[in-house]
């Protein structure tokens, strides 16, 4: 069975720092891609960064390079997002989705407070 599990979503204020994690299992970790995705309040997903485990290429959305980091841990089949100086439009339900399946995460709340 494959999961995806997401964790480490909070309340953190303006500034501040988070760091999620998806834990993998199931499937050959090694290769796939894994991204990250967020819900905000009445908005639409949106996928913010992935990551390949295969050759570790990488790719973030523009509003949030320079502030967040993806990475995997490819003995752990884990991926990380480390997200810093957090702001609070970054407030939403962030997943953790294996591409080109239908598998997610069950989402992690994060909320970054003003």
């Known amino acids: 069975e494959v999961q995806l599990q997401a964790s480490g979503g909070g309340l953190v204020q303006a500034g501040g720092s988070l760091r999620l994690s998806c834990a993998a299992s199931?499937?050959?970790?090694?290769?796939?891609?894994i991204a990250w995705i967020r819900q905000a309040p009445g908005k639409a997903r949106e996928e913010i960064s992935c990551i390949s485990n295969s050759d570790h290429t990488i790719h973030y959305v523009d509003f949030v390079e320079g502030r967040f980091t993806i990475s995997s841990d490819n003995d752990k089949n884990t991926v990380y997002l480390q997200m810093d100086s957090l702001k609070p439009e970054d407030t939403a339900v962030y997943y953790c989705?294996?591409?080109?399946?239908?598998?997610w995460g069950q989402g992690t709340l994060v909320t970054v407070s003003s």
């Open positions: 199931g499937f050959n970790f090694d290769d796939y891609t």
């Open positions: 989705h294996r591409e080109s399946t239908s598998d």
